[in-house]
T-cell receptor, first 110, second 117 residues
Framework: DAKTTQPNSMESNEEEPVHLPCNHS???????IHWYRQLPSQGPEYVIH???SNVNNRMASLAIAEDRKSSTLILHRATLRDAAVYYCIRHSTNAGKSTFGDGTTLTVKP | DAGVIQSPRHEVTEMGQEVTLRCKPI?????LFWYRQTMMRGLELLIY????????DSGMPEDRFSAKMPNASFSTLKIQPSEPRDSAVYFCASSLRGVGVSTDTQYFGPGTRLTVL
């Protein structure tokens, strides 16, 4: 099963860090983990991806567990504009498609 | 680049009518994906193309749905006849090399909100 498991919803206060977890216990050694987010009334947008090492970009950080069975998307300082549905997805080598699960709805409180 | 362009942004039609949704991918992207999003089923992949050729249409719900990609810069998703249960937001996405290349990224359009009365 190529799907991942995420909590349905999370809340955060503005300006505080947010840790969004994802379980992918059946991941294979060559699968990448990608994160997308979907702001209200928009299409999903890419956030970050990684394989084994932790990754940072201007939007977020991605921490991948040593056994690769889970990962965490980290927003260092949540803003109201970060309120969105966050999807954790496996990209398998040579698989033509990826599967979006239900994602985590992040609410940011002022 | 303007990103993935979809039209129309909103479509309201009556049951039984034909509906055509349009998509222009990002120039140079070899892969194009059509998704459908509903509250009940979330984001579902309907079909995807590689170099204008349909590769996997296993997500197309039934024969009423068809998709074409006549050239690298245009694709259509057609529903004929439409039914109320087809009401959803339809997204088009494109990517440079395909998600089988593990580091590739999909770029989504703004979506078409379809309402079938």
């Amino acid at each position: 099963d190529a799907k991942t498991t995420q909590p349905n919803s999370m809340e955060s206060n503005e300006e505080e860090p947010v840790h969004l977890p994802c379980n992918h216990s059946t991941i294979s050694g060559t699968d990448y983990i990608h994160w997308y987010r979907q702001l209200p009334s928009q299409g999903p947008e890419y956030v970050i991806h990684g394989l084994t090492s932790n990754v940072n970009n201007r939007m977020a950080s991605l921490a991948i567990a040593e056994d690769r069975k889970s990962s965490t998307l980290i927003l260092h300082r949540a803003t109201l504009r970060d309120a969105a549905v966050y999807y954790c997805i496996r990209h398998s080598t040579n698989a033509g498609k990826s599967t979006f699960g239900d994602g985590t709805t992040l609410t940011v409180k002022p | 680049d303007a990103g993935v362009i979809q039209s129309p942004r909103h479509e309201v039609t009556e049951m039984g009518q034909e509906v055509t949704l349009r998509c222009k991918p990002i120039s140079g992207h070899d892969y194009l994906f059509w998704y459908r999003q509903t509250m009940m089923r979330g984001l579902e992949l309907l079909i995807y193309f590689n170099n204008n050729v349909p590769i996997d249409d296993s997500g197309m719900p039934e024969d009423r749905f068809s998709a074409k990609m006549p050239n690298a810069s245009f694709s259509t998703l057609k529903i004929q006849p439409s039914e109320p249960r087809d009401s959803a937001v339809y997204f088009c996405a494109s990517s440079l090399r395909g998600v089988g290349v593990s580091t590739d990224t999909q770029y989504f359009g703004p979506g078409t909100r379809l309402t079938v009365l």
